[in-house]
């Protein structure tokens, strides 16, 4: 079964530092991974993904994130965070062999980001 | 805007009632989810449709109804729901069952009273 383990429920950052947000996976397979991002009163917006090729993957906003195949991590970073970053941040998971069922796109219990002046 | 629309933003019912959710996306996509966010949990896939034909029910009480007439419209029907259902509701889609990432509506606010 996919599971996506987000261990933080809140991280705290200065503006103007970087930050990261960690995720960590379990998958049959190679995976997708994908981040988004949810501001307040708003639904989910796509960051970002990880399909093939560069394990250094760059996003919108300035966000990218690191895949980490040995460690199963696909943790977000952004070299200086900015007020308006704050909001809720989800990780998701899917296996690439796609198995008919749907697209089972996993997701984590998000991180809370606080960026603070 | 991620060009999936979700009406109402915000719904207050009552157990007794009957109410339904709908989301609306003109992006072309032919697979459409319903998802259930509700606080310190993961996202909770509930329905996914593709090309109009129901093809996942994850173990959701019958009290929550789908309907998706078309590809580009899908309703959630409500009827005698618990308190416990009070989530925030999140549509989305994406241009087939493959096909990532998914768009998501901006999603209705559900509180059970």
């Known amino acids: 079964a996919q599971s996506v383990a987000q261990p933080e429920d809140q991280v705290n950052v200065a503006e103007g530092n970087p930050l990261t947000v960690k995720c960590t996976y379990s998958v049959s397979g190679n995976p997708y991974l994908f981040w988004y991002v949810q501001y307040p009163n708003r639904g989910l917006q796509f960051l970002l993904k990880y399909i093939t090729g560069d394990n250094l993957v760059k996003g919108s906003y300035g966000f990218e994130a690191e895949f980490n195949k040995s460690q199963t991590s696909f943790h977000l970073k952004k070299p200086s965070a900015l007020v308006s970053d704050s909001a809720l941040y989800f990780c998701?998971?899917?296996?690439?062999?796609?198995?008919?069922?749907?697209?089972?796109?996993?997701f984590g219990t998000g991180t809370r980001l606080q960026v603070t002046l | 805007e991620t060009g999936v629309t979700q009406t109402p933003r915000h719904l207050v019912m009552g157990m007794t009632n009957k109410k339904s959710l709908k989301c609306e996306q003109h992006l072309g996509h032919n697979a459409m989810y319903w998802y259930k966010q509700s606080a310190k949990k993961p996202l909770e896939l509930m329905f996914v449709?593709?090309?109009?034909?129901?093809?996942e029910n994850n173990s959701v009480p019958s009290r929550f109804s789908p309907e998706c007439p078309n590809s580009s419209h899908l309703f959630l029907h409500l009827h005698t729901l618990q308190p416990e259902d009070s989530a925030l509701y999140l549509c989305a889609s994406s241009q087939d069952l493959r096909g990532l990432p998914a768009f998501f509506g901006q999603g209705t606010r559900l509180t059970v009273v």
């Open positions: 449709y593709s090309l109009e034909e129901r093809v």
């Open positions: 998701a998971v899917r296996a690439i062999v796609f198995t008919g069922t749907a697209s089972k796109l996993t």
